[in-house]
């Protein structure tokens, strides 16, 4: 599954540059609480979405070689999404719950994004 992690290693840079844009704009702006809400969002999206890489990778693998599987890991996603909103309840001035949301969605939209821009060179 070389392409599976050629995609991960791709997308992982395009989070960590989303990631350094949060981090410019808590530091330059008067928007602390969002950036930081965004930040902590896209930095659990990142484990989740690395996470998910390690456990399809480990699905592809068992399905080769005849064995089963128990689960994508979408309990542990779950727990770091619920994680996140703990964090933002117990200090609700430094962050903003709605940011940390669109934080958690970060790595799906990129996934997204990066789908599509990888099959326009494709067709191309």
């Given at each position: 599954?070389?392409?599976?992690?050629?995609?991960?290693?791709?997308?992982?840079?395009y989070i960590i540059c989303?990631?350094?844009?949060?981090?410019?704009?808590?530091?330059?702006?008067?928007?602390?609480?969002?950036?930081?809400?965004?930040?902590?969002?896209?930095?659990?999206?990142?484990?989740?979405?690395?996470?998910?890489?390690?456990?399809?990778?480990?699905?592809?693998?068992?399905?080769?070689?005849?064995?089963?599987?128990?689960?994508l890991g979408t309990t542990?996603?779950?727990?770091?999404?619920?994680?996140?909103?703990?964090?933002?309840?117990?200090?609700?001035?430094?962050?903003?719950?709605?940011?940390?949301?669109i934080g958690l969605m970060?790595?799906?939209?990129?996934?997204?994004?990066?789908?599509?821009?990888?099959?326009?060179?494709?067709?191309?």
């Amino acid at each position: 599954m070389p392409e599976l992690h050629q995609m991960f290693n791709r997308q992982r840079k395009y989070i960590i540059c989303l990631l350094a844009i949060y981090v410019l704009g808590w530091g330059f702006t008067d928007h602390k609480s969002v950036f930081l809400g965004l930040t902590l969002g896209t930095a659990l999206s990142l484990y989740m979405h690395w996470g998910m890489t390690k456990r399809v990778s480990k699905f592809g693998e068992a399905v080769v070689q005849g064995k089963k599987v128990r689960s994508l890991g979408t309990t542990s996603r779950m727990a770091a999404a619920a994680l996140g909103v703990i964090i933002v309840t117990r200090y609700p001035e430094m962050f903003h719950l709605l940011s940390l949301i669109i934080g958690l969605m970060t790595a799906y939209i990129v996934i997204m994004i990066d789908y599509f821009f990888s099959s326009f060179k494709i067709n191309k």
